[in-house]
């Protein structure tokens, strides 16, 4: 699911065989709390980490701030290469 075409840094397929695509996130409270990457789902954004084989995303925030975490196992993960110059 491609909702921001103009940054996207991957893609990859969860455990569930659904595909999100992911991009840097510049937001301050996710960069605040070590999460890097911002993943497209279907009412918007969640912040995560993602990594080779899993990724760790927010599913939530508790009360006083912190957040929830879940892993995800992943499938298939497809980083897109940043660095392509045509001819």
Known sequence: ML??????????KNENNVWFSYRPTS???ALSH???FE????????FANV??????????ESATGEPLME???LKVHRP???NISYI
Do not use: A
Not at 39 to 46: A, F, K, Q, S
Not at 51 to 60: A, N, P
């Open 3 to 12: 909702k921001y075409p103009e940054t996207p840094q991957g893609e990859f």
């Open 51 to 60: 990594l080779k084989t899993r990724v760790r995303v927010c599913i939530d």
């Open 27 to 29: 937001n301050p409270w």
């Open 34 to 36: 070590g999460l890097s």
């Open 80 to 82: 897109y290469e940043t």
């Open 71 to 73: 892993t995800w196992s």
């Open 39 to 46: 993943i497209d789902v279907l009412d918007g954004v969640r």
